[in-house]
């Protein structure tokens, strides 16, 4: 593979901003970049042999490329994507094969498309599941398995489709009607996880996580989510401000089971301007509730379902378990540091809030905060013509703090920027010049791919604590 050198103002951005970063790859490659037609970068790492199938998707096209153990690359070539068949839900792979996993608009049909990049050929196939009444709920990828979850609209019926390869292998329904998702009438599962502003389809909400890999505030706020660890997937609920719900099951049998942890009470006065979240690492839950007035902190134990430590502070209080500064940062508005808790409680009020888990060598790295979306109209002129387009304005706020992993005492201190800070870093300071991001834990490093639009190049590099 051809190797060039970075040109001086990339190389010398490196050296001045302190990033130890070592390029295991660069790919010429010409990808598509506007903003009508963004590239998608999705990985497969091969556990078994070492090496890594990364494939490059935009609305049309799948660009696939296999990596050896080295990160040399091995094979690459293009095929054309199925465009009735946008949302990419998951994957796995067989005999060197990777099968892709899709949805359609409506997330009414799955489709996939298998892969066999080193020699060069494809296959497609709808599979025959009517969903009819299901919902769609999420895929998963998990020891080289695909599994599909749906619930039946206006039920607690939860059905899960096994994927080895491209075949349905196994299909388990599990019946959670017993149980009572809300305090309100519409208390069954499917009301728990609809999506409010796609009603008109029957959406489903909930968001993915993964707990090995440091997560930004913009996936945590998510009010449902879906872990997969352990031999279990767990859904936890956090639709109503009462209480965390969680869905346990047991992939070896599927049993399962639910328990529910009550968010305790926050001085606050208006009950609708309260926000609650939670987050979840290996058998500890981090649970966190606020509003404008009051902050509050806890940490369960699921295996003795008790609770382990809590923290609470009000508006005019310092924040005495925090490790960094009250922190404000957006696409739009200028980062900055807030002096005063009541100013991150008051904007955390007007956002949605969410609390992350990292694990760092020193401890528990923590993040409590805020994320706010909006959507906002830019025009500009094109040849005489008014053309307006919309963008997204995000915002992020927040502290971070650090436990001790065993008995959760805050320790005090600077907590220590890690290899996935300074690819954030990196990303960043590149802004609009880079595409295609993806990131993947090796160990105790990462590797961060990236596509640099002016070089036409994408690279894959590793970055170490």
């Not at 969903?131 to 039920?155: A, H, I, M, P, R």
């Not at 208006?270 to 649970?287: A, G, R, T």
């Not at 993806?438 to 036409?456: A, C, D, P, R």
Request: charged share 25%; with cysteine; aromatic share 14%.
């Amino acid at each position: 593979m051809k190797r060039k050198i970075l040109p001086f103002i990339f190389s010398f951005l490196l050296a001045a901003t302190g990033y130890s970063q070592k390029i295991l790859s660069i790919q010429e490659i010409k990808l598509e970049t506007l903003f009508f037609n963004k590239t998608e970068s999705y990985p497969i790492i091969d556990n078994k042999n070492g090496g890594m199938a990364l494939f490059l998707l935009n609305y049309n096209k799948i660009n696939a490329n296999l990596f050896d153990k080295d990160y040399k690359i091995a094979a690459t070539f293009t095929l054309k994507k199925n465009v009735d068949f946008k949302n990419l839900i998951g994957s796995n792979q067989k005999e060197g094969k990777y099968n892709l996993f899709f949805t359609d608009s409506y997330q009414g049909k799955i489709y996939s498309t298998t892969i066999d990049i080193q020699n060069r050929l494809t296959a497609s196939i709808t599979h025959p599941i009517k969903l009819g009444k299901e919902k769609f709920l999420e895929g998963l990828s998990y020891k080289n398995k695909f599994y599909v979850l749906t619930v039946t609209k206006k039920t607690s019926l939860l059905k899960i489709y096994v994927f080895e390869g491209t075949e349905i292998v196994q299909i388990n329904e599990l019946d959670f009607s017993s149980f009572k998702f809300s305090n309100n009438a519409d208390n069954k599962l499917y009301h728990a996880l609809k999506d409010s502003e796609k009603s008109f389809i029957g959406a489903l909400k909930i968001r993915k996580i993964d707990n090995t890999v440091p997560n930004p505030l913009e996936f945590t706020t998510h009010e449902n989510k879906l872990y997969c660890y352990d031999n279990k997937i767990f859904i936890t609920l956090d639709h109503e401000n009462d209480a965390t719900r969680i869905i346990t099951i047991n992939l070896k049998d599927f049993s399962q089971e639910i328990n529910t942890y009550k968010h305790w009470f926050v001085n606050c006065g208006e009950i609708l301007k309260v926000k609650s979240n939670s987050f979840l690492y290996k058998d500890i839950l981090y649970q966190v509730k606020g509003c404008k007035n009051e902050l509050y902190f806890a940490i369960y134990n699921l295996s003795t379902h008790t609770l382990v430590k809590d923290f609470r502070i009000n508006k005019n209080e310092e924040i005495y378990f925090k490790n960094s500064p009250l922190i404000q940062e957006g696409n739009i508005v200028t980062d900055r540091e807030l002096n005063k808790t009541k100013q991150i409680l008051r904007k955390i009020k007007h956002s949605d809030m969410g609390v992350a888990v990292y694990q760092l060598k020193d401890g528990l790295e923590v993040t409590i905060g805020g994320y706010k979306e909006s959507e906002m109209l830019a025009g500009f002129s094109s040849g005489g013509i008014s053309v307006y387009v919309t963008y997204k304005n995000t915002r992020a706020t927040y502290f971070k703090s650090l436990f001790d992993s065993n008995t959760f005492e805050h320790i005090e201190g600077v907590i220590k920027g890690n290899a996935f800070d300074k690819i954030k870093s990196l990303s960043k300071s590149l802004g609009t010049g880079i595409a295609a991001e993806t990131v993947i834990k090796e160990g105790n490093s990462y590797i961060f791919g990236y596509y640099l639009k002016y070089k036409k190049q994408y690279y894959l590099s590793r970055f170490s604590d």
